[in-house]
């Protein structure tokens, strides 16, 4: 790409990273103060956040900003705060989410919308915000952060998967429409990290798995940041994991079964069918799904 222009110096740009209070987006954050890049860190807990910016402080500009991105106003309160700052946006990294753990009838309509709105609807919004003056430099680096679950449909992540599908695709798209204006996009892809991710109690059922499979964040914040020098399109971590979209594409099957197999309660080691599952009857589906979330659909 000799066409492009030099990269500007790092400390001239700033990171905005969304779910930057614990896990991946924490060590995301501290490794790219290190690397001496300005920090907007966003999420709920005031407290956490705090910390994270204090300590990211030591090194380069760092701004918490406590922000509930389910909410109406969420993403209006961060381009608020964008446009009083002293730095443009260089990297953005949507990272920010929720994760599930049950079959999709127990999944409540309210639940589902959440869902997208975290993995798919809020990222797209600020890359629709901030794209732009990406466009305008001719340099800038979208990171959104999405999951192993998009190969194959694992058991009890319907609509998690299904909104990190949404975001790959989006990714994807952009890349081929914005790529030749010097602009890098990639998806990152995790297997099962050892993070707060799993702390809800509805995530109960995968934690022998995480206790025995799960890669430290560091580990994969340490190839996100790694993107920024040697930009790609997907990121797979741990690499092997890769074999699984090799898989899918060969024998769509094979990997359904593989996946089925390997995240089923069962194979989870959870004694409990499902971890949130109520007993009793089978529940009235189209009158559960109205009135728990008071919109019909
Ligand atoms: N852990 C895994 O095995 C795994 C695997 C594949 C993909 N991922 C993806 O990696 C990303 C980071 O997850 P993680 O493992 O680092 O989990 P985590 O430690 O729970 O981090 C999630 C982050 O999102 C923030 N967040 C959640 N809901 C929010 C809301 N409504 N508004 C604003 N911020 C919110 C959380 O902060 P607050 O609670 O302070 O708001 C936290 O900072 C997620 O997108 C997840 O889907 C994780």
Known sequence: ??????????????????????????????????????????????????????????????????????????????????????????????????????????????????????????????????????????????????????????????????????????TQTLAAEYSSAGIHFSYVNPGIVNTEFFNPSGMAGLRRQVARYGLSADRVAKKVVGLLDRPRLELCVPGHYRVLGWLAAFSPRWAHRLVTAKSRPAAAESSAPSPTAAPGPAPQVSADIVSASGEPW
């Not at 797209?124 to 990406?134: D, E, Q, V």
């Open 1 to 170: 790409m000799a066409n492009l222009p030099k990269s500007p110096p790092r400390q001239s740009e700033m990171a905005l990273i969304t779910g930057a209070s614990t896990g991946i987006g924490r060590a995301v954050a501290m490794r790219l103060a290190r690397r001496g890049h300005p920090t907007l860190l966003v999420a709920r807990n005031r407290e956490l956040l705090a910390q994270v910016a204090a300590e990211a402080g030591r090194f380069a500009p760092s701004t918490a900003l406590a922000v509930d991105l389910l909410d109406d106003h969420g993403v209006r309160t961060i381009l608020e705060h964008l446009h009083n700052c002293e730095f443009p946006v260089g990297i953005l990294l949507n990272n920010a989410g929720i994760g599930m753990y049950r079959p999709m009838l127990e999944v409540s309509a309210r639940e589902e919308r959440d869902m997208f709105r975290i993995h798919y609807q809020v990222p797209s919004a600020l890359i629709r915000a901030i794209l732009p003056g990406m466009i305008d430099r001719r340099h800038g680096h979208v990171i959104n952060m999405c999951s192993m679950a998009t190969k194959v449909g694992p058991w009890g992540h319907g609509p998690y998967a299904a909104a990190k599908c949404a975001l790959v695709s989006l």
